[in-house]
């Protein structure tokens, strides 16, 4: 099985910043990792995938990359409405999810 | 517009077997390449894929979960089901479908249903 390891584990940050989170995968995925965002008591959000696609309707202001074990989630000018738990997901092998991040305002 | 919702009873007795079901709107299942897929997330806790069915009935499942599950689709009623048997205290959770890309990306997802397992 594939293990999902994410840094932090909890973030602080304030709107306007510019703020990284990580995933190291236990084995290379190549580019096979999405991003999501989820807010207290709604379902996920599909961010990011095939580790840097950006989908449709999400703000420029996220980005990913990264490929093989090492991904990075990067927000830049942090808005109000960014506020939540992100988690990445490997779908290389199956679907795991990493254990979250939850950005919190500083 | 894509529309999933979950429906099934939100308590379920120990080793008894959970059964939910999936409600697609706005979209024809048989008519799509993409697969069916379940998530669930204890409360407070981070989230689990459990498997997915495709339009012809393929099924994958999490290896730390196949023994307990099965996931079959009715393309008749534009839905698709979810059963895990032999539940414990451990299976609570708020259990989402979406539709995934293979076995891949998730981008639409229902709203979520809690089940409680308790006597």
């Known amino acids: 099985d594939i293990q999902m390891t994410q840094s932090p584990s909890t973030l602080s940050a304030s709107v306007g910043d510019r703020v990284t989170i990580t995933c190291r995968a236990s084995q290379s995925l190549s580019i096979w990792l999405a991003w999501y965002q989820q807010k207290p008591g709604k379902a996920p959000k599909l961010l990011i995938s095939?580790?840097?696609t950006l989908e449709s309707g999400v703000p420029s202001r996220f980005s990913g990359s990264g490929s093989g074990t090492e991904f990075t989630l990067t927000i830049s000018g942090l808005q109000p409405d960014d506020f939540a738990t992100y988690y990445c997901q490997q779908y290389n092998s199956f679907a795991t999810f990493g254990q979250g991040t939850k950005l919190e305002i500083k | 517009q894509l529309q999933l919702q979950e429906s099934g009873p939100g308590l379920v007795k120990p080793s008894e077997t959970l059964s939910l079901t999936c409600t697609v709107s706005g979209y024809s299942i048989s008519s799509s390449n993409y697969d069916w897929g379940w998530v669930r997330q204890p409360p407070g806790k981070g989230l689990e894929w459990i498997g997915s069915v495709s339009n012809s009935g393929s099924t994958y499942y999490n290896p730390t979960l196949k023994s307990r599950v099965s996931i079959t689709v009715d393309t008749s009623k534009n839905q698709f089901s979810l059963k895990l048997s032999s539940v414990t205290a451990a299976d609570t959770a708020v259990y989402y479908c979406a539709r995934q890309e293979g076995v891949g990306k998730l981008d639409y997802w229902g709203l979520g249903t809690l089940v409680t397992v308790s006597s």
């Open positions: 095939k580790a840097s």
